[in-house]
Structures are given as structure tokens and as C-alpha cells.
């Protein structure tokens, strides 16, 4: 992908995280600056510890930074406005997370609903689009399941499923194959792939993985909360 010309979708500028533990102050962040691309899929890597978990909930408005801005087209999030932002990650965010996060008595299609119902839309549309989605990522059969009844694979597409209910223009995947093995973690790496290739999403995947990180277009590096380079993984 060829960003030279474009516009970012998300602009972080200098931004900082820093926590106190005691009388010692750790940057989990320190000074990071970097653009993303609509439509792209960006990988970040590092070792545990590095920070990465942190950047991606900094991009996705769930960790508000010391210091430093991140802007979303051209607008710099305020985080102190809790509705405002709360909008941003209902909206424009979905997350897909390692351990899935659903809840366990509820149906894939109820866990599916939850953000619809965040975004206080009618019961009958929010089912209708959750069982649209739930079909797209192959679960049309499992959709009245309870989440603890599926499979690791099949929680991850209820998960993906739930991200992409709201139409988000960004999606936050934190390390989405590591409880997967190797046939299912294939899977859910196309499904991300057809989605930036066909919707024009953008994918934020964090991942130790360097084999999945190469299928990103950039990989981001980072180590001890800074960042080390930015490197284009394909075209």
C-alpha cells in the first residue's frame, strides 16, 4: 500500500502513557508518533511489555494518553468529553479481543447485539443486523448458540462479528489468532484480510507473531514503549 499521497485516517502525535507504581513513574508509551491509513492493515509488534496493547487502546479511545495527540480526521479526540468518546469507540471503533470477551449465557447473536444496543437502536433491526453479520462470518447455524457451547474459532468470528455490527471505519484486533490453532487462526486472518480489501476497513492487529505481522501492510515496532521503525511488510 502506498501511503505517500494520502491523508491519515489517525494522526498520534508525541503521545505519552505514563503509570505510577509507588514512588516510580513507567512509561508504557513515551513519545510516539505515527499515521494509519484508511483501508490499510498495520501490524504492531514487540515483546511483552513493549507497549503495544497500550498504543492500540490509545488509537482506540480506551486509554486516554498523558501527553501527546491523536487526531481522527484531522480532529484531535477529546478525551474528556465521555460522550464524545464514547461515540468514537460505539462508532467508529470495533475491538476484537484474544479471550474474545463475550458473554458466556448469552447467545452469538445476543453478544453480536451489544453494541446496537449501546447505540439504542430498535430490537428488531438490531437482530436483523447481527444475524447479517453473524452470516458473513459463517455462523448462520450457530447464531441461537450459547457463546461457552462454540468452538475457540467460532467465538473469534462471534467476536469479529460484534466489531463489525456498527460499520466501524477502524478495527482494533489485539493479538485476534493467539488462542486459536494453526486452521482457525488462518481463518480469521482471511476474514480480516477480505475486510480491508473489500470495505476499505482498517485493520490495527497486534501480534508477537512475525509470520502475521508480514501479512500486514506496515509493521510497527516498538520496545519499551517507544517506537522503533515502521516498516512496509507488502504492497
Known sequence: MNTTMKKPLINLHD??????????????????????????????????????????????????????????????????NDAHMSRYRNQTIGFIFQNYSLIPHYSALENVMIPLVVAD??????????????????????QHQRSDQLSGGQRQRVGIARALVMQPQVIIADEPTGNLDSRNGEEIMHILEQLVRSKNITVVMVTHNDALAARAHRIVRIADGTLQEVTHARA
Open 15 to 80: 503521545v505519552t502513557k505514563t503509570y505510577a507504581t509507588g514512588r516510580t513513574t513507567v512509561n508504557a508509551l513515551a513519545n510516539i508518533s505515527l499515521s494509519i491509513y484508511a483501508g490499510e492493515m498495520l501490524a504492531i509488534v514487540g515483546p511483552s511489555g513493549s507497549g503495544k496493547t497500550t498504543l492500540s487502546h490509545v488509537i482506540g479511545g480506551l486509554i486516554r494518553p498523558t501527553s501527546g495527540t491523536v487526531q481522527f480526521q484531522s480532529e484531535k479526540l477529546p478525551y474528556k
Open 121 to 142: 437502536m430498535p430490537p428488531r433491526k438490531r437482530r436483523e443486523i447481527a444475524s447479517h453479520y453473524l452470516r458473513l462470518v459463517g455462523l448462520e447455524k450457530q
